[in-house]
T-cell receptor, first 115, second 110 residues
Framework: DADVTQTPRNRITKTGKRIMLECSQT?????MYWYRQDPGLGLRLIYY???????NKGEISDGYSVSRQAQAKFSLSLESAIPNQTALYFC??????????????FGSGTRLTVV | EDKVVQSPLSLVVHEGDTVTLNCSYE??????LLWYKQEKKAPTFLFML????IEKKSGRLSSILDKKELFSILNITATQTGDSAVYLC??????????FGDGTTLTVKP
């Protein structure tokens, strides 16, 4: 089983629909992140969480919300999807004590298309 | 605003060539610089650098950081087709989050 699991792997949705992307991890890491990647661009941070009670906005949080249901689960919601939210979404985890050797651990990504 | 700039954006070489990828940054409270390789989907970790002048090596890949001039390079010698990927540079700050560059797309032709 993957250390960081994202579901769904692919999703096509209509403009205006609410959609949730889920992330679960077995790494035991406290820190979790949501990034999006657009073609030809790097990863941009949407939200991050350092523990269950700590949620922080990243550089592009508008139009998104998150929920940290447990240490192992971090969900990203698009309340009313729009076409420019079409992108590849990554969940990542880190353990600050071990980041030096391993960096982030990424999920396999969710490819979201909003039509 | 933290900023990470990679160059070139894309590069096409032939097997056996040596390539140098560049990463410059402007961030508040620098902690470390990381290199990742992204093939089909998720990025995978290559190196983390925190100190200037100390080269990190892994096989044909090596990387070095210059904290005075605020840049890093990633070298790949004797390139192979399996090196074809997007190489991402990221800077981690004391705030505990990483800012990524746009990546360099490397294509190695047989």
């Amino acid at each position: 089983d993957a250390d960081v699991t994202q579901t769904p792997r692919n999703r096509i949705t209509k403009t205006g629909k609410r959609i949730m992307l889920e992330c679960s991890q077995t790494k035991g890491h406290d820190r979790m992140y949501w990034y999006r990647q657009d073609p030809g661009l790097g990863l941009r941070l949407i939200y991050y969480s350092f523990d269950v009670k700590d949620i922080n906005k990243g550089e592009i949080s508008d139009g998104y919300s998150v929920s940290r249901q447990a240490q192992a689960k971090f969900s990203l919601s698009l309340e009313s999807a729009i076409p420019n939210q079409t992108a590849l979404y990554f969940c990542a985890t880190s353990d600050p004590a071990r980041t030096g050797r391993y960096g982030y651990t990424f999920g396999s990504g969710t490819r979201l298309t909003v039509v | 605003e933290d900023k990470v700039v990679q160059s070139p954006l894309s590069l096409v070489v032939h097997e056996g060539d040596t390539v140098t990828l560049n990463c410059s940054y402007e961030v508040t409270n620098f902690r470390s610089l990381l290199w990742y390789k992204q093939e089909k989907k998720a990025p995978t970790f290559l190196f983390m650098l925190t100190s200037s002048g100390i080269e990190k090596k892994s096989g044909r890949l090596s990387s070095i950081l210059d904290k005075k001039e605020l840049f890093s390079i990633l070298n790949i010698t004797a390139t192979q087709t399996g090196d074809s990927a997007v190489y991402l540079c990221a800077v981690n700050t004391n705030a505990g989050k990483s800012t990524f560059g746009d990546g360099t797309t490397l294509t190695v032709k047989p």
